[in-house]
């Protein structure tokens, strides 16, 4: 919501009110308790579940107790308090749901999902005010899903205010199965998410960062989470530190399980609005870590209401939340312990780096990146190259132990995290969070330098980036590319090629869809009859729904697709597919191509939110004969 088009009625009114805020009076509604969906709602007996719902108005605190407050519309189950998100439905498969919806609302409620699995999201329940209605209908089949509800009518990606917070988990088990998951509802209140300047709040299972839940696994752990998208936004789901295997996707009317050969590995996974996915994982480092949505308007704090000071932030235990932790909504906090430690192998660097980030004088994008490789001579200032508009590639060895100093030369902090490089907690990057609560990593403060270590032990293409929670740090180039080679092995220029796609700010054109830092990337000559790599990045800030094609007069061409995230497809999955495909804020694609004759190619980028459109030209000819 643009706070230039609050009316002079809101005003006269109450600007609070107006917004959904609740007002401290009598008539309050009740308060809303988060929900950690772990207890099932309803009485389960002889393959029967009786469950007695209702929706009403309460009273939201998803920032804490002391913080801002929303009157929404809510489910809960008859005689309990009020749950965000609505009570969990659990049943095994072949059970036979019997539901009492009661709508305490002055208006009428539309709901979807209180039908038989698979199902359609067009079998809707109306219920008036003051109506009850009754349904019965069987599971289905197993799989996480969800219900909702809209009091205006509009699909879920356009529910608005009040109405956004009405949904809750209906998980459907295979016969004999012993629950060990965890459930997760993700929610995103928001005035108007057609308007511009859109205030979001983010929430997972009703409170957002720092007040959401923490969790504490032993090293080697399995860990089992089922998420669902109860939101009208993409989101993009990045875990620190780990890999993830992705068992199972869906919508919130159907599922589909992966087999244990076929599960995608990943480190970062998008889904829209309405789906779901099942993960498991296992830590296998002690540390702090985290698991959030990559969209950077969804990690962030939200901005403070006019006329709300903003309490100051602590964690689900109540203790104060360091400022240079800087997070907010989307975000879990994971510490993960070993009981029996190995002692530290003693470390020894066999490469090391300097990552040097300082500032340009009158231009943008405002900071610059230099990397300088110990081992290498200085180059003489005249012939020193510019830095570039977005970070130097670096390049290390799949199981070189590696330093890279990280030198900080602005006028504010900043922090570099190693985006999907497995690595100790303390050098994963977040300041004020990551490493062990006696040895926390911190802020890369002005002036200051802070040195970290990893041995890579896969070899991929990965991202390095700002984890300051700054919108400027992440327009301005403080990013780039992350790449590990086998050990033994070369770069090659000639035939490894990569594509980072991100935002910058360039006046007078504001935020731009740069490919390697530029609006306007030249034409790439390259040969036919050589296969090439191409690696693509994207670290877009928001981002989500990217997409990118490869075409030849604006068909698609036909590529392979080798590598996700920086680990290697199985062999079954390498194919040729069609040259088009989706990339998500925090993911990395590896494809290989090769032209058979000469021909000219349009590697297209395309954002649909702001409707930007960037294409690298690639103009395959004749390999020409080395001179003698």
């Not at 330098?449 to 700054?470: E, L, Q, V």
Request: aromatic share 8%; charged share 20%; net charge negative.
């Amino acid at each position: 919501m643009s706070w230039n088009r609050v009316c002079s009625l809101c005003l006269s009114a109450g600007l609070l009110t107006c917004l959904g805020v609740a007002p401290a009076t009598a008539q309050t509604p009740p308060a809303v308790s988060p929900n950690d969906n772990r207890i099932p709602a309803g009485n389960l007996r002889s393959g029967v579940l009786t469950i007695h719902l209702e929706i009403a108005e309460g009273t939201w605190h998803p920032l804490g107790p002391d913080g801002e407050s929303h009157v929404v519309y809510i489910f809960r189950e008859a005689g309990h308090p009020l749950q965000n998100p609505g009570p969990l439905i659990r049943v095994p498969q072949g059970s036979e749901i019997q539901a009492t919806i009661l709508n305490t609302l002055p208006v009428g409620v539309t709901l979807h999902g209180f039908h038989e699995r698979p199902g359609e999201d067009k079998d809707t329940l109306n219920v008036p005010p003051g109506a009850t209605k009754e349904i019965q209908f069987h599971a289905g089949a197993p799989g996480a899903y969800f219900y909702w509800g809209t009091t205006s009518g509009n699909p879920l990606r356009l529910r608005v205010s009040a109405e956004t917070q009405l949904a809750g988990a209906l998980v459907i088990d295979s016969p004999g199965a012993t629950p060990w998951d965890r459930i997760f509802v993700l929610g995103v209140w928001s005035e108007d998410p057609a308007g511009p300047n859109v205030r979001e709040l983010a929430t997972i299972n009703g409170t957002s960062w720092p007040y959401t839940e923490r969790f504490n696994f032993k090293v080697g752990e399995t860990v089992h989470w089922r998420w669902l998208n109860a939101t009208g936004s993409d989101h993009a789901m990045h875990l620190h530190g780990f890999y993830y295997h992705v068992d199972a996707m869906g919508t919130s009317e159907r599922a589909h399980s992966f087999n244990r050969e076929t599960r995608p590995l990943v480190v970062t996974q998008h889904f829209d609005p309405g789906d779901t996915f099942d993960m498991s994982w296992v830590p296998e480092r002690a540390g702090r870590w985290l698991f959030h949505c990559h969209m950077l308007v969804h990690m962030l704090p939200p901005d403070p209401l006019p006329g709300v000071v903003p309490t100051v932030a602590h964690d689900s235990e109540h203790r104060a939340v360091p400022e240079a932790a800087g997070m907010g909504g989307l975000v879990i906090g994971i510490t993960v312990q070993d009981d029996k430690p190995l002692p530290a192998p003693v470390w020894r660097a066999e490469r090391k780096l300097q990552l040097i980030i300082s500032e340009r004088k009158d231009a943008r994008p405002h900071f610059a990146l230099k990397l300088q490789d110990a081992d290498q001579p200085s180059p003489r200032s005249e012939d020193r190259e510019q830095p570039a508009l977005i970070g130097p590639p670096i390049i290390l060895a799949q199981g070189q132990p590696v330093e890279i100093e990280v030198v900080n030369h602005l006028s504010e902090p900043t922090g570099i995290h190693w985006h999907g490089i497995e690595l100790e907690s303390y050098y994963d990057g977040v300041p004020g969070w990551t490493g062990t609560p006696d040895h926390v990593t911190p802020p890369v403060l002005p002036g200051k330098s802070f040195i970290a270590r990893m041995t890579p032990p896969r070899a991929g293409t990965f991202i390095y980036h700002t984890h300051w929670h700054d919108r400027a740090q992440l327009l301005n180039g403080i990013y780039g590319p992350l790449i590990v080679l086998p050990r033994g092995t070369a770069f090659d220029p000639a035939t490894d090629k990569t594509f980072l796609f991100s935002m910058g700010t360039f006046e007078p054109f504001g935020d731009m869809l740069l490919v390697n830092g530029n609006p306007q990337p030249a034409p790439l000559r390259l040969n036919f009859g050589k296969k090439y790599r191409l690696r693509f990045i994207n670290i877009a800030p928001d981002n989500v729904a990217m997409r990118v094609s490869l075409r030849q007069t604006g068909v698609p061409v036909q590529w392979r697709i080798v590598a996700k995230d920086g680990a290697d497809l199985p062999s079954a999955a390498v194919k040729m597919t069609t040259a088009e495909m989706g990339i998500t804020v925090g993911e990395t694609y590896d494809v290989e191509y090769e032209a058979e004759s000469a021909l000219e190619l349009s590697l297209e980028v395309y954002l649909p939110g702001p409707k930007l459109r960037a294409t690298q030209g690639l103009v395959f000819t004749p390999e020409r004969p080395p001179r003698d």
